[in-house]
């Protein structure tokens, strides 16, 4: 019961008023939206298809964590910086209305950001796949690599 007043009276105060504090403050910068979280999801399953596909490359999860291919640091830190880069473009994005002074070039600026990072991670997803083993998206991520041809 020590421990439920503790948390009671931490949350009730001082820690939900910073929780607060630092919510108002990313949902400021940021303006998430549906986009916004899309992209979020496809950063998760990149990162979840880059572990099942080193895992099944190097033969099983024992074998890829004592081959050193499946380590928290190797994996999370290209997670950390990915998130780290696509949340300063989100800010900057979302910084584009107070530029502009229209809310319609921060939309604007906003589906040409998340629409682009949204590929991104789905070109990283597909060949993850591909190198787990699934060779019948070899044609899917053969298509899509050559639209990046028609934009270079």
């Known amino acids: ?15 939900l008023r910073f929780i607060s504090l630092l919510w108002a403050g990313f949902y ?5 939206d549906a ?6 999801i ?3 399953l990149d990162l979840v298809t880059k ?3 080193v895992v099944v490359s190097s033969g099983g999860a024992t074998a890829a ?9 190797r994996v999370f830190t290209g997670t950390f910086v990915k998130l780290v880069a696509y949340l ?8 584009v209305q107070h530029i502009a002074d229209l809310e319609v070039a921060s939309i604007l600026s906003k589906t040409v950001v998340f629409s682009f990072l949204f590929t991104v991670e789905s070109v990283s997803i597909l060949e993850n796949l591909v190198a787990a083993g699934l060779t019948d998206l070899k044609v899917l991520l ?3 690599r050559s639209t990046k041809k028609l934009f270079p």
């Open 88 to 95: 300063s473009l989100g800010i900057l994005a979302a910084q």
């Open 65 to 73: 964590i004592r081959g050193g291919h499946l380590s928290s640091q």
């Open 51 to 53: 572990i099942v596909s």
């Open 28 to 32: 400021y910068l940021v303006e998430p």
């Open 35 to 40: 986009a916004f979280l899309a992209v979020l």
């Open 142 to 144: 053969r298509a899509v």
């Open 42 to 44: 496809a950063v998760l």
């Open 1 to 15: 019961m020590h421990l439920y007043a503790t948390c009671r009276e931490a949350f009730t105060q001082r820690g």
